[in-house]
């Protein structure tokens, strides 16, 4: 839901972590009026406030895999196959934890993605063993967050250790920096499966072109592959670290309802607070999504800045809030 999602952050509108769809926090309504059951006969979960977030499981996969997946010139992968086998490695040892701690060691501990990523491939011994990179020279794009910074360095630092001269450069935006990957300005990128697939599935067959992401995250890869290879790009191995929509509540209020799952959730609650970006009501990943997918009842939403969702659940405003799966603060809660 960051700069980064070109075509689900089109739709949504969110630009960074802490800078999201507008509105103010409340402005989605007033409070719920007190009630002992929903329309369902469920009774009302009122919101539980505590300090930690735990991220309910999204077990009838509402949100597509966007998990980080190591994108590369084609040209660049044929003349340098290590290169793809080398990001593929860095796949195999990043899972969600491991990015959520990744993002709280920048955006919350301060500490720089350079020196984060150096910390992560000699904690996962990543390093190679065979310089075979020896008078190559590779650029490493990144987007404009840091989490993308950050696994760009990481990219780097693998890569340098196998001999090649690397350097990360932060571009900007998918419409900026995909270009510069399919022409070789830049050798690789990581990327977010789902969100690629649906961006270039628009762009080579047009805006309402119908989705081919799923939950699945192989059956999105496969159908990703030939449009990247259509678009002069290489995709690697995809990691089980995911970067995507989920929805949180304080741990105290799912130890109290003895829910772990959004399944559980809607057969626990009715008469929820939900707190989201000002669009959540009209978007399918959102309100209608939960609704829909798995017959959640709300009594009431809060339109909240992206980066206070989660301060308002904690402060028992909300009873559950979306939220990013790798956010840096769920790092104690996991």
């Given at each position: 839901?960051?700069?980064?999602?070109?075509?689900?952050?089109?739709?949504?509108?969110?630009?960074?972590?802490?800078?999201?769809?507008?509105?103010?926090?409340?402005?989605?309504?007033?409070?719920?009026?007190?009630?002992?059951?929903?329309?369902?006969?469920?009774?009302?979960?009122?919101?539980?406030?505590?300090?930690?977030?735990?991220?309910?499981?999204?077990?009838?996969?509402?949100?597509?895999?966007?998990?980080?997946?190591?994108?590369?010139?084609?040209?660049?992968?044929?003349?340098?196959?290590?290169?793809?086998?080398?990001?593929?490695?860095?796949?195999?040892?990043?899972?969600?934890?491991?990015?959520?701690?990744?993002?709280?060691?920048?955006?919350?501990?301060?500490?720089?993605?350079?020196?984060?990523?150096?910390?992560?491939?000699?904690?996962?011994?990543?390093?190679?063993?065979?310089?075979?990179?020896?008078?190559?020279?590779?650029?490493?794009?990144?987007?404009?967050?840091?989490?993308?910074?950050?696994?760009?360095?990481?990219?780097?630092?693998?890569?340098?250790?196998?001999?090649?001269?690397?350097?990360?450069?932060?571009?900007?935006?998918?419409?900026?920096?995909?270009?510069?990957?399919?022409?070789?300005?830049?050798?690789?990128?990581?990327?977010?499966?789902?969100?690629?697939?649906?961006?270039?599935?628009?762009?080579?067959?047009?805006?309402?072109?119908?989705?081919?992401?799923?939950?699945?995250?192989?059956?999105?890869?496969?159908?990703?592959?030939?449009?990247?290879?259509?678009?002069?790009?290489?995709?690697?191995?995809?990691?089980?670290?995911?970067?995507?929509?989920?929805?949180?509540?304080?741990?105290?209020?799912?130890?109290?309802?003895?829910?772990?799952?959004?399944?559980?959730?809607?057969?626990?609650?009715?008469?929820?607070?939900?707190?989201?970006?000002?669009?959540?009501?009209?978007?399918?990943?959102?309100?209608?999504?939960?609704?829909?997918?798995?017959?959640?009842?709300?009594?009431?939403?809060?339109?909240?800045?992206?980066?206070?969702?989660g301060q308002a659940v904690r402060q028992g405003e909300a009873a559950i809030g979306l939220v990013l799966s790798s956010d840096g603060s769920l790092a104690s809660d996991s």
């Amino acid at each position: 839901m960051r700069a980064r999602r070109s075509t689900t952050l089109t739709l949504v509108a969110i630009a960074t972590l802490a800078l999201g769809a507008c509105g103010s926090p409340g402005s989605g309504g007033g409070e719920a009026e007190p009630t002992s059951s929903g329309s369902s006969g469920l009774a009302t979960c009122e919101p539980v406030a505590g300090e930690t977030l735990v991220v309910l499981e999204d077990d009838k996969g509402l949100q597509n895999a966007d998990n980080i997946i190591p994108a590369v010139n084609k040209a660049a992968a044929a003349a340098n196959p290590q290169i793809v086998e080398l990001l593929d490695s860095v796949s195999d040892a990043l899972d969600t934890d491991k990015l959520i701690e990744l993002n709280k060691a920048v955006d919350i501990d301060r500490r720089t993605s350079s020196e984060v990523a150096e910390e992560f491939v000699e904690t996962e011994d990543l390093a190679a063993q065979d310089d075979v990179g020896s008078g190559t020279s590779l650029v490493i794009g990144a987007a404009n967050f840091s989490e993308s910074a950050t696994l760009a360095e990481i990219y780097a630092a693998v890569l340098r250790s196998a001999g090649y001269t690397v350097e990360v450069r932060t571009i900007g935006n998918r419409e900026t920096y995909l270009p510069a990957l399919t022409d070789g300005t830049i050798t690789a990128v990581p990327e977010y499966a789902a969100t690629l697939t649906d961006f270039l599935n628009a762009q080579q067959n047009g805006a309402g072109a119908e989705s081919v992401a799923s939950a699945d995250v192989d059956e999105t890869v496969a159908a990703l592959t030939p449009l990247a290879d259509a678009a002069g790009v290489v995709v690697g191995a995809p990691s089980e670290a995911q970067d995507q929509n989920a929805f949180a509540v304080t741990s105290e209020f799912a130890q109290e309802h003895g829910v772990e799952t959004l399944s559980e959730l809607a057969e626990a609650c009715g008469g929820l607070v939900l707190a989201g970006p000002a669009e959540c009501p009209d978007r399918p990943f959102c309100q209608p999504g939960l609704e829909e997918t798995y017959g959640l009842e709300f009594g009431d939403f809060q339109s909240y800045d992206f980066g206070l969702i989660g301060q308002a659940v904690r402060q028992g405003e909300a009873a559950i809030g979306l939220v990013l799966s790798s956010d840096g603060s769920l790092a104690s809660d996991s």
